[in-house]
């Protein structure tokens, strides 16, 4: 027998087997064992993550000859068959390839027929958001009115691209991307299964590369063990995949926060002389700066960050440091994609430099700066400069508050954004008008 990729190999055969989709599988469990099955299905989500196969385990359940609780038996003839793609009455269409007005109309025809084997007939059409207008739009009468026992599942990667007349036809259902955690489970499991040898850390690492994909994380988990003949070590994985860990990705951070532009540079350029994705690792780069971004704007950061004991090294690191390198990596990455890649990320790196010539706010109050004496005054904006330096300062709560009179207020209406993003740690408002003695005269203070 051929070999079976690990991707198709341990695709889940039952609900229980499937990992990190929990709402959708209760879903479809429920309506099964209630016998309340939808006439048409949307699932949308991540590549990956599911979505055909929980389609087919539909199919398989809704067929089964010897059901139970909504779980398909996998023993009968009809369960044997869908395994196999071999099921007569399960239907599996690429939109991609066949995504015109003709190819609905041959659909069209076929729907009308009923099940040759089993109680429902079931349309998988993968890819949806690539028929055209005009082919979704000949499906709408048959998708709102099937024939009987005809399910239509359709699959899709980008939910935005469905029509709306699509939509209100459909029982949608939202997939999610996998844990990490949970998809290091899944790879241990194959591991396990298959006498592969490895260490904890090359799984994290090819667990974090797949981004939440478990079809991804099969893949890559299929391809190390080529590459190393079933010892599968965090090494032989980057040496590999051309990436660099998680805490080297910290560490190369760290250097460019503390503008050692020399140090950074000779690491950038050892990555591309020994054959490394500088492409991946930049995109991995800016990620990660995301990820100190939240971890020092959120007061519970791990409720949205993973592994978030990496991040306590940088709890000193000013948020206004953190905002401009995220700027000199994406724009980085923009420029590498319309000139020299190389080229593009040292100059980013120089650029990185100036981070030590940034000072937040809430140092220059507390320090009894004013903000003109504060570092160079030509690299302050002046019009913000002027304006912060009109403003009444006054404490509130532990946070320093400027007040601005009512012109200085209007004027910076479209700075607002750009102030709070660059000083949370501060806050900005009007000056409140008082009246005396009941004049009309208005005096700010």
């Known amino acids: 027998m051929s070999y079976v990729p690990f991707a198709r190999k341990y695709r889940p055969r039952f609900f229980r087997e499937v990992v990190g989709q929990e709402v959708a599988v209760k879903i479809i469990k429920n309506s099964v064992k209630a016998n309340r099955i939808a006439h048409a299905y949307l699932f949308a989500g991540p590549r990956g993550v599911g979505k055909t196969t929980l389609a087919r385990l539909l199919a398989k359940s809704v067929n089964c000859l010897n059901p139970a609780e909504g779980e398909p038996c996998g023993e009968c003839e009809n369960c044997r068959e869908i395994d196999k ?252 994609r319309t000139r020299d890649a190389l080229s593009a990320y040292r100059l980013a790196v120089i650029k990185s430099y100036l981070i030590k010539d940034i000072l937040p706010l809430s140092r220059l109050i507390e320090g009894g700066f004013s903000l003109s004496s504060a570092g160079k005054e030509e690299e302050t904006d002046p019009f913000l400069k002027e304006a912060l330096s009109r403003a009444t300062r006054t404490k509130e709560g532990g946070k320093t508050v400027f007040l601005f009179s009512e012109q200085d207020w209007r004027a910076i209406q479209d700075r607002l954004g750009e102030l709070r993003a660059l000083h949370p740690d501060a806050d900005f408002r009007p000056l409140k008008k008082k009246r005396e003695d009941g004049r009309k005269t208005r005096r700010f203070g």
Not at 139 to 145: H, R
Not at 165 to 187: D, N, P, W
């Open 85 to 336: 793609g071999s099921f007569p009455d399960l239907v599996e269409i690429d939109a991609a390839s066949n995504r015109g007005i003709d190819d609905v109309r041959a659909l069209r025809e076929a729907v009308n027929y009923r099940p040759l084997k089993g109680k429902y007939k079931v349309y998988i059409i993968d890819e949806a958001h690539m028929l055209t207008k005009e082919a979704f739009n000949a499906l709408l009468k048959t998708l709102e009115e099937p024939p009987e026992n005809t399910i239509f599942v359709l699959c899709t990667t980008e939910y935005d691209k469905i029509l709306p007349t699509i939509l209100s036809r459909c029982q949608r259902i939202v997939f999610k991307r996998a844990g990490k955690k949970e998809v290091l489970e899944y790879l241990k499991g194959i591991c396990q299964k298959e006498g592969i040898d490895y260490s904890e850390d090359a799984l994290s690492l090819l667990a974090e590369l797949s981004d939440g994909s478990m079809r991804d994380s099969a893949s890559l988990l299929d391809q190390a063990t080529a590459y190393t003949e079933a010892n599968i070590t965090l090494e032989s994985v980057k040496e590999l995949l051309g990436i660099l860990t998680k805490e080297e990705l910290l560490r190369f951070i760290k250097t460019l926060l503390e503008s050692k532009v020399r140090e950074a540079l000779e690491f950038i350029e050892e990555l591309y002389y020994r054959g490394f994705n500088l492409e991946k690792i930049w995109g991995m780069l800016h990620r990660e700066v995301n990820n100190l971004i939240l971890f020092k704007s959120l007061e519970n950061p791990e409720t949205v960050l993973e592994e978030v004991e990496l991040y306590e090294d940088f709890k000193e690191v000013p948020l206004e440091s953190l905002l401009y390198l995220e700027e000199v990596i994406s724009r980085g990455g923009v420029d590498a």
